[in-house]
């Protein structure tokens, strides 16, 4: 970790949105440093299963365009070769009533919708960026520290101390935020994923409206995440064998290929979720403060556009 030296900006926070929001605040010209509890390795962000779909998520205009230019952010970073970001093919099944593209059809730009044998009513194709958390999360920060910012290992008691570095705070801080911006919007919502080899997938399949639970098969180079759960409020990441047994179960049945997929091991994360959706704004009582947290498991799809937004925030106080 760096040594602390003065910044025109302080990130606190060291997960993807902090990280994202750092780089973007670097490449306009300022002088960053990221002030972070964990090891931006050691972060929730590195459980995600990382794939970009605007996951519990409400229709909101400034979500949607902060997934679109995360979309097409993401997709030119996997066509330069940015370490762990791949272009997938997704297909969603649906199992209510079709009536129409989703809010955020036009964030991906590609969607196409075509009926489907029961259970399922259709079946949703597009083009979704999916990104592998652990190089992805190197590779911003070489960048970052290559660009002369610094990460600074420390946790904060209070989001004043952060003034120590710079005159400009971006509170980063996800579930923390409940305590350090006093916000009782902010809770957990438990994630558990199985990591099972890959036995030869390349398409990201998910059926959302499993009555059993939400269903999710995503590839990467070496494993498939299989998922998953979405458990608002539970704040323990305790493992639950049966849990994992009931995951793989869906997860073979969306896709068959995995049944004799051997686990390689589980993540359990705390998402950090907020009642209202996230809070990006200049806090109102201290305008050198700029909120960046509540993502929820959208991190990764609304993470450049938000930092865009972020970066426009703080440099204009």
Not at 179 to 198: F, S
Not at 226 to 252: F, K, M, N, S, W
Request: overall charge negative.
């Amino acid at each position: 970790m760096g040594v602390m030296t003065k910044a025109d900006v302080v990130v606190v926070g060291g997960g993807v949105i902090g990280m994202t929001t750092a780089l973007t605040l670097q490449r306009r010209g300022a002088h960053v440093t990221v002030l972070t509890a964990h090891d931006p390795a050691d972060t929730v962000s590195t459980v995600a299963a990382a794939v970009w779909y605007p996951s519990h998520t409400e229709e909101d205009p400034r979500v949607l365009r902060w997934a679109r230019d995360t979309h097409a952010e993401l997709r030119r970073q996997a066509a330069d070769g940015v370490p762990g970001v791949v272009d997938r093919p997704t297909r969603m099944w649906l199992r209510h009533r079709y009536a129409g593209p989703p809010w955020w059809a036009d964030a991906c730009g590609d969607l196409t919708a075509e009926p489907a044998e029961p259970p399922y009513t259709a079946l949703l194709r597009f083009t979704a960026p999916s990104v592998e958390m652990t190089p992805y999360l190197a590779w911003l920060r070489q960048r970052l520290e290559a660009g002369g910012g610094r990460i600074v290992g420390r946790a904060l008691g209070t989001l004043a101390e952060a003034y120590e570095v710079a005159p400009v705070v971006v509170n980063a801080t996800g579930l923390a935020a409940g305590r350090l911006a006093a916000d009782p919007a902010v809770y957990p919502a438990r994630g558990h994923v199985l990591l099972v080899a890959n036995p030869g997938l390349t398409v990201s399949v998910r059926d959302e409206d499993d009555p059993a639970g939400v269903t999710y098969v995503h590839p990467r180079r070496h494993d498939v995440v299989l998922g998953g759960t979405y458990e608002a409020g539970v704040g323990h990441t305790r493992p639950d064998p049966e849990e994992a047994a009931a995951i793989r179960r869906r997860c073979v049945a969306l896709v068959p290929q995995l049944a004799d997929a051997p686990v390689l091991g589980e993540r359990i994360g705390l998402r950090p979720a907020r009642h209202g959706g996230p809070r990006v704004e200049v806090d109102p009582a201290d305008g050198r403060l700029v909120h960046a947290y509540g993502h929820g498991g959208a991190g990764v799809t609304l993470s450049w556009g938000c930092a865009a937004e972020v970066a426009d925030l703080a440099l204009g106080v």
